[in-house]
């Protein structure tokens, strides 16, 4: 049996937001090699339009530009899909932000600009793409969100804060999408090799160092290698993706034990705000 047979994509349609990069390019270049035809959607067009001619397969992928904090973006690419090919069969509600940094440095900007992206957006790719599922009688939501939707620490109470929203959306929506043939999963990984390792730094805190210790993982997952995961996980209907297993590990523990963790988790913060003081890692 061929790996497209295997994930079932052959000819099914599917919007990527955040496509341009990271997670969402690797989902896309997957998504292509199994045959299915990708609207690979991000901000940046360029990168968008880059990724989109860079994959190989039976599948097909086109860039477009979409903000996703404007629902009339968002539904403008879903009706440019179901246009092209008469359905939408998944949805990765994939582009996402992040900052890192004391809570109390965080400008109200930041806060309404990561809400905007990390959860409006999640919602504007639900409300736009939900509807149609239903009318079709199939068809998968899929979002993306991070451990930081099942765990907490500080120095990301943002992120957390967006993340944990969307698992709540998530877990909360596929209990009524299955009635309608509708799946839904969220993809909760630890630190994932991508741009955004590097990105949303403020004052002293550098990102790469502290999510990986954070999330005790010596080396980011790979997101080709996560995305593969992801289809698989469309492929089973299941409700978590949770990468790597150290990550299962640490999930499971702080369900077992939220009082331990939550202390492991202040001692981390301490130890990173004194090496950011003193300049050192």
Known sequence: MSRTDRTGLAGRTALVTGGGSGIGAALTRTLVRDGAHVLCADL????????AAGVSGPGTATARRVDVTSAEDVEGAVDALV?????????????GITFLGNTEDLSLEQWNAIID???????????????RMIAQGSGHIVNTASMGGLM?????????????A????SLALRTEAAAHGVGVTVVCPAAVDTPIL???????????DFYLEGQGIK????????????????AADEAYVVEPRQARFAWRLGRLSPTFVNKMATKFIARQRAQAL????
């Open 219 to 234: 080396h980011p997952v790979d997101p080709d290698v996560l995305a593969r995961r992801v289809l698989e996980a469309i």
């Open 278 to 281: 003193g300049g050192g890692r």
């Open 152 to 164: 907490a620490a500080g120095l990301m109470t943002s992120y957390v804060t967006t993340k944990h």
């Open 166 to 169: 969307v698992v709540g959306l």
């Open 198 to 208: 590097d990105k949303g730094e403020i004052g002293r805190f550098r990102g790469r």
């Open 44 to 51: 940046d067009l360029a990168a968008a339009t880059s990724v």
């Open 117 to 131: 992206v990390n959860v409006r957006g999640v919602v504007h790719g639900v409300h736009a793409a939900y509807p």
């Open 83 to 95: 246009a092209a090919h008469g359905r939408i069969d998944l949805v990765f509600n994939n582009a």
